[in-house]
């Protein structure tokens, strides 16, 4: 926003009715510059049409992917080369599109910036998205490629076995195609990216945007994209396979876990949340060092739970929560999302997040 828009802007919002004319007088510019202005305003979002109502909401801006998910759960052990009896489920998956339902979820506008196919699996994350409220008109619509697709098996304890991503689409999410949603992304309160899009995307938002950005290295093979710019990030949340990826530490035991996060901080993160499975999550920041065991519970689908994390962090974070606040209600939002047979919980909202932290005393 320039200085003069900002100045328009200022007097909108102490009268909503003044007129073009008024504001060219207090101002002392021509009427058809502040028109100019207005407009300007108007396709920046600042504005939000005639009788200047000023759009003063945050957003989160999503940037990652959409998949459909394919998950299978056996009803035994599951045995290897073998047909295994169990049941089949079709949903909407991929991190950020995931990440940016758990959002909307928790009462946060989100904007999910990602890749859809023109095909059935598309208009399917297309309606969704609206029913939501989620705002994906700022997305990449591929002639080119599928909408992407993730067949997951878990085992008998419902935790993943094996896993397969057909997300070329992802590949469409450029550098050059995100500058052209330059306004939407400078005017978000907090960008969450996923690493399923381009290296030279990621890099492209760390350069170019003066917002706290969140990542979720998705997986192991992903965490490389980011190893060496991961000081750029205002907060992380690896899992220890991926911490060891970034760090270049071997992580046998607790200790070795803190002295992860310290190396992350020492780059420049500024907080870190390492998530352990059942053996709990280190939280850090500059300040102090945290760690949280979640009680034992039982687990439909593990699929789902760093994406319920890492949006409660967005919440936590827009709404200043200290690290051990953020932390507690993170790890709420994993256990709703672990305890439903669906990626995403239904259940999730800020009124069940509370209610599991005061009766299972995660405090």
Do not use: W
Request: proline residues 3%; charged residues 25%; glycine residues 6%.
């Amino acid at each position: 926003m320039t200085n003069r828009e900002k100045e328009i802007l200022e007097l909108i919002k102490l009268n909503p009715f003044i007129t073009q004319e008024e504001i060219a007088s207090k101002l002392r510019i021509a009427r058809s510059s502040v028109a100019i202005h207005i407009t300007n305003l108007m396709k920046k979002g600042y504005i939000l049409g005639r009788g200047y109502i000023v759009n003063e909401n945050k957003y989160v801006v999503v940037i990652g992917g959409s998949n459909i998910d394919i998950t299978g759960y056996p009803k035994n052990k599951i045995l290897h080369r073998d047909s295994n009896p169990g049941y089949v489920n079709l949903s909407l998956g991929g991190v950020g599109r995931n990440i940016a339902e758990n959002v909307s979820r928790l009462d946060i506008h989100v904007k999910l910036i990602t890749a859809l196919g023109n095909d059935i699996y598309g208009q399917k994350i297309i309606n969704h998205s609206k029913n939501l409220g989620i705002d994906i008109s700022n997305s990449l619509f591929s002639t080119i490629n599928p909408t992407s697709t993730y067949l997951a098996i878990l085992n008998e304890n419902r935790d993943m076995e094996i896993a397969i991503s057909h997300m070329d689409i992802c590949d469409e999410i450029t550098a050059d195609f995100l500058n052209t949603k330059s306004n939407i992304i400078k005017n978000s309160s907090l960008i969450i990216l996923d690493t399923n899009i381009p290296k030279e995307s990621i890099k492209y938002i760390l350069d170019y945007y003066d917002i706290p950005v969140f990542v979720d290295p998705v997986s192991a093979s992903k965490t490389h994209k980011i190893k060496d710019i991961i000081g750029k990030f205002h907060t992380i949340k690896p899992n220890l396979l991926e911490a060891e990826i970034l760090t270049d530490i071997k992580i046998n035991n607790e200790n070795d876990a803190k002295k992860a996060c310290e190396k992350l901080l020492s780059k420049g993160v500024k907080q870190v949340f390492l998530t352990m499975g059942g053996k709990g999550v280190i939280s850090a920041n500059e300040n102090e060092m945290i760690i949280k065991i979640p009680p034992k519970i039982e687990i439909k689908n593990a699929t789902g739970a760093g994406d319920a994390f890492i949006a409660a962090l967005a919440y936590g974070y827009l709404n200043d929560f200290d690290l051990n606040k953020m932390t507690s209600f993170a790890i709420a939002s994993s256990i709703i999302a672990l305890q439903s047979e669906e990626t995403i919980s239904k259940d999730l909202n800020i009124e069940n997040i509370n209610k599991i932290i005061k009766e299972m005393k995660i405090c």
